[in-house]
């Protein structure tokens, strides 16, 4: 490991959650001033920015460098395609869509207003302002959005950069090498030091935050489950549980721990997304997804570019869209450094298509049955449109519990409805577990200069780190002012992504440049 990278990167989580736990109240404000200026000032620079990505990843699909493979050319994947797949929706995306699977569609379905903004502009735009079927399309699309291609694009760029780096022109798997083409052996120094630190501050905090906010979820399902008190110390027994898992995990590596528990995580969400799809309303369902796939593929570059321009749509749009784009753009460091580990031997076209399409396409499977199966309680409640209670819980930020309502309208509460919401439980246990596993190997492996098996020791160190870092923001009240850090974060390491993907076209160029010099020259 680099001495001087570990002990600085260390000190620095010290003296971050000292300030954000132990000054919490100021930490807040002062992350929230900065988070608000950022989105009201630079909203449109993150909208052309996204669309930026989502080009340049169109562009390398259908160009001559989409053959060019992550390492020599004689080289192969590493891992299956179904390996593959599900390490990157595990690592990548998992917990996110369980938690907000359910509550962001009812968010825009619902149409009161109810946090002094609309519910979803685009669907008032479409001409769908009152609770109906068109309205929960576009309620769909809507969601599909923020967890769909432009999101994952950024994933793609960062990791495409990293692997392209570190497999092809044999430079440590870490962000540094990213400058290679612009500062040469030099990423070896100062300037390299800095670009890594920042990637092991954001894997440390990005995974400490969500498994400090999430564990609440967890929490209220046993409650349910077990009945057992859903407060502190049941949360910070379950964040002490986690650790532990992912600490073994960790240690034992990608071809093992980490493939072993994403592939059982798949597995486990086929079978809970099937008792949504089969109890649940399955041809609205289908018909719902074809409906939405269609309205996302002739809207999505539109709503990419649209830029609010009304009090109300701006402070929707910064609330929604803009926090999104922040929160993809905060992790793309790790989560991109984590898909470039498992990608070595892919080509460049391969990788795109794989890391861009896959994940999408089940992310819009998971939103549209589980959304779909609230939206449709809601559109046939008993009492009327928007009375089954679900969008209540939403208004009321009860999130966990909207998931299970939605549940114990497809199988009751018995012994299936236990079942189920147990099995739900265990996703977001293990989905936890493959973020916080895949961050500690990605940041050992940024302070070991790219090795891909750093030293055991140290991945139980900082497997350690940053559950103390979740437990201790956890009781001092500290992550939600982390949170927010972590979004206005987001602003500068956009930049850091911004030169990455002019450094590996520029790099791309060199190679076909002097791949045709060679030609001419035999």
Same mark, same amino acid.
């Given at each position: 490991m680099h001495r001087g990278m570990t002990i600085t990167s260390a000190l620095l989580v010290l003296a971050f959650v000292l300030f954000t736990g132990f000054g919490s109240e100021t930490a807040g404000m002062l992350f929230g001033a900065t988070r608000a200026w950022i989105e009201s000032t630079f909203s449109g620079y993150y909208l052309i920015t996204v669309m930026l990505l989502l080009t340049v990843c169109a562009f390398i699909v259908l160009s001559r460098y989409g053959s060019v493979r992550l390492g020599p050319d004689d080289s192969r994947p590493e891992f299956s395609n179904f390996a593959w797949?599900?390490?990157?929706?595990?690592?990548?995306?998992?917990? /996110?869509?369980?938690?907000? $699977?359910?509550?962001?569609? @009812?968010?825009? #379905?619902?149409? =009161?207003?109810?946090?002094?903004?609309?519910?979803?502009?685009?669907?008032?735009?479409? /001409?769908?302002?009152?609770? $109906?079927?068109?309205?929960? @399309?576009?309620? #769909?699309?809507? =969601?599909?959005?923020?967890?769909?291609?432009?999101?994952?694009?950024?994933?793609?760029?960062?990791?495409?950069?990293?692997?392209?780096?570190?497999?092809?022109k044999g430079l440590p798997l870490a962000l540094r090498s990213a400058l290679y083409p612009f500062i040469g052996e030099r990423i070896f120094g100062p300037l390299g030091h800095l670009f890594d630190i920042l990637g092991v501050l954001g894997c440390v905090f990005g995974v400490a935050t969500s498994l400090g906010l999430g564990v609440s979820q967890m929490a209220v399902g046993l409650e349910r489950l077990v009945g057992i008190g859903s407060g502190l110390p049941t949360q910070l027994i379950l964040i002490a549980l986690i650790s532990v898992i992912s600490i073994v995990s960790a240690v034992t590596g990608v071809r093992r721990g980490i493939r072993i528990i994403s592939e059982m995580n798949i597995w486990t969400s086929v079978f809970v997304v099937g008792v949504f799809l089969i109890g649940g309303p399955t041809l609205w369902l289908i018909t719902a997804f074809g409906e939405t796939l269609l309205d996302y593929a002739i809207n999505f570059i539109p709503m990419g570019l649209w830029f609010a321009d009304e009090p109300s749509t701006v402070e929707w749009q910064q609330g929604w869209t803009i926090f999104y784009w922040g929160w993809w753009l905060a992790w793309a460091p790790f989560v991109g450094l984590f898909i470039a580990r498992i990608s070595k031997g892919r080509t460049l076209r391969e990788f795109v298509l794989g890391v861009l399409l896959v994940p999408t396409?089940?992310?819009?499977?998971?939103?549209?049955?589980?959304?779909?199966?609230?939206?449709?309680?809601?559109?046939?409640?008993?009492?009327?449109?928007?009375?089954?209670?679900?969008?209540?819980?939403?208004?009321?930020?009860?999130?966990?519990?909207?998931?299970?309502?939605?549940?114990?309208?497809?199988?009751?509460?018995?012994?299936?409805g236990w079942i189920l919401s147990a099995l739900m439980v265990f996703l977001l246990m293990s989905w936890f577990v493959t973020s916080s596993d895949s961050g500690t190997l990605v940041l050992t492996t940024i302070l070991s200069l790219g090795d891909d098996e750093p030293p055991a020791r140290f991945r139980v160190f900082w497997g350690i780190v940053i559950g103390l870092v979740a437990a201790v923001l956890l009781v001092a009240g500290g992550l939600t002012a982390l949170q927010t850090a972590l979004i206005a974060a987001a602003l500068p390491l956009s930049v850091v992504i911004l030169v990455m993907t002019v450094g590996v076209l520029v790099s791309l160029l060199r190679e076909s440049r002097r791949a045709r010099q060679a030609i001419k020259q035999d």
């Open positions: 797949f599900s390490m990157l929706f595990s690592a990548g995306i998992g917990i /996110g869509i369980l938690f907000f $699977g359910v509550a962001e569609p @009812i968010f825009y #379905l619902d149409d =009161t207003g109810a946090f002094g903004y609309p519910n979803n502009p685009h669907a008032d735009m479409a /001409g769908a302002t009152a609770i $109906g079927h068109e309205r929960a @399309i576009d309620a #769909l699309r809507v =969601t599909v959005f923020h967890w769909g291609l432009h999101g994952w694009a950024i994933y793609v760029i960062v990791g495409m950069s990293l692997a392209y780096f570190a497999y092809r396409l089940i992310i819009f499977v998971w939103l549209i049955i589980f959304g779909g199966n609230a939206m449709y309680q809601e559109l046939h409640a008993s009492g009327g449109a928007g009375t089954a209670g679900i969008i209540e819980l939403v208004n009321a930020w009860k999130l966990p519990a909207a998931l299970f309502a939605t549940a114990d309208g497809i199988v009751g509460t018995g012994v299936f």
